[in-house]
């Protein structure tokens, strides 16, 4: 009995060392899966690839702008250099206005068109200021002088306490469209 029992469990702890063996090895692939894939990029077949734009063609502007008595404030940016379109990436702004001044929208456009409204967050306030930021992503393309353009309530805009703009706008220039 004593022998059937130590043979038993000699058994068993083999079998167990082969289970967790099994489980823990790789696996072999098998069929198409391990059939490597060889690419060849040839001017007959060629494979689309996304190119970085040049170093030149990248474009950053940051512009600030202060206002007094009024209940819109603007951050002006130079148009894209004549024969190129701007590919904007992404826009932000920070504007610190007075307290009750508080922003209604952001928008960003050309002299001619609104390309998108930036939706705007209340940050914490300043001494006698609100604090808002606003972000976009996406692709816009602009080929003339852009603005951001903050609207604000108004209450706090014609007493003459100043407010502040601070915009950004990242992306890169193409060949005209």
């Avoid at 030149?56 to 202060?66: I, K, M, P, R």
């Amino acid at each position: 009995m004593r022998f059937a029992k130590r043979l038993l469990v000699g058994v068993c702890a083999v079998a167990l060392v082969g289970l967790v063996g099994m489980a823990i090895t790789p696996k072999v692939a098998h069929g198409v899966a391990a059939t490597p894939v060889r690419v060849v990029n040839t001017p007959a077949n060629v494979i689309p690839a996304v190119q970085a734009p040049a170093a030149g063609d990248l474009y950053q502007e940051t512009v600030s702008a202060s206002y007094a008595f009024t209940s819109s404030a603007a951050c002006s940016f130079p148009a894209p250099p004549t024969g190129k379109t701007l590919v904007i990436e992404s826009a932000s702004i920070w504007s610190a206005n007075p307290a009750g001044a508080d922003p209604q929208y952001a928008v960003l456009s050309t002299s001619t068109a609104s390309l998108s409204y930036i939706a705007l967050q209340a940050q914490a306030t300043g001494v006698g200021t609100d604090n808002y930021i606003g972000a976009l992503q996406g692709r816009i393309y602009a080929t003339g002088a852009l603005a951001i353009t903050v609207n604000l309530n108004g209450t706090g805009a014609a007493i003459g306490i100043p407010g502040n703009l601070t915009c950004t706008i990242d992306g890169y220039l193409v060949p005209a469209i």
